[in-house]
């Protein structure tokens, strides 16, 4: 009998704690298959923008292949307005400003440039888009302004492109007239290469770097 009780008491202790906590329980159900659901839909919805930024960038080198300015530059402002948050906006933005060199928009690919280097997620790419820039600049003759962007502090990365830079230093500087100092960069430049570059993907650059350093033979033989 008492066992009888004891269910009862506990049937009737249930029926309370479900009175007393049936909405909380049932906001918090709602509120995870909520959290469930949205987390499914914005993962669909990222993927879909990703697609989308994807196929206008590879509409965008179609254009860009085809010497299709006008065109590009239409993809490249809807991927920068539409497609900001992916990184093909700034690729984008990138492979137009290569165009517009190759046209001769130096101002489009400066303009350009500056927006992907504000927008790019990936740290790694920023230098490379430094390095472009600062070619750009002193295409447009402000070798001045060309040279302190190269030797800004750009944060993560640069050290890829540290061989690219000291070039780059040393082509402006050489346009400049100071040959000893474009010497001093190439020289840097070559032994940032390491070793042995035969064979290696560095070969060409290599070759150039010396060809560059050779051409400069009487700077060393004065400063020997």
Excluded: C
């Excluded at 879909?48 to 993809?75: C, H, I, N, P």
């Excluded at 280097?117 to 990936?122: C, L, R, S, V």
């Excluded at 007239?177 to 001093?184: C, F, M, N, Q, V």
């Amino acid at each position: 009998m008492s066992t009888h009780y004891d269910d009862e008491a506990q049937v009737e202790d249930l029926r309370r704690w479900w009175k007393d906590n049936w909405l909380p329980l049932a906001v918090g159900l709602g509120l995870g298959f909520a959290a469930i659901f949205g987390w499914e839909y914005y993962r669909t919805q990222k993927n879909q923008t990703r697609a989308e930024a994807s196929q206008l960038f590879e509409e965008l080198k179609t254009a860009v292949s085809g010497k299709k300015y006008d065109e590009a530059v239409k993809m490249a402002d809807r991927l920068a307005s539409d497609f900001e948050s992916t990184p093909y906006a700034a690729a984008g933005a990138m492979k137009l400003a290569q165009a517009a060199v190759d046209d001769n928009k130096l101002d489009d690919a400066r303009i350009r440039l500056e927006w992907a280097y504000a927008h790019a997620d990936d740290e790694a790419l920023k230098p490379l888009i430094h390095l472009r820039l600062a070619r750009v600049l002193w295409q447009q003759g402000k070798a001045p302004d060309a040279l302190k962007l190269l030797d800004a502090n750009i944060g993560g990365g640069a050290d890829s492109y540290a061989v690219l830079f000291d070039e780059l230093r040393g082509d402006i500087k050489l346009a400049e007239g100071d040959r000893a100092a474009a010497l001093a960069d190439y020289t840097k430049a070559l032994g940032g290469l390491g070793g042995e570059t035969a064979g290696t993907p560095n070969a060409p650059i290599a070759e150039s770097l010396q060809h560059k350093i050779d051409d400069l033979a009487d700077v060393a033989a004065v400063k020997s």
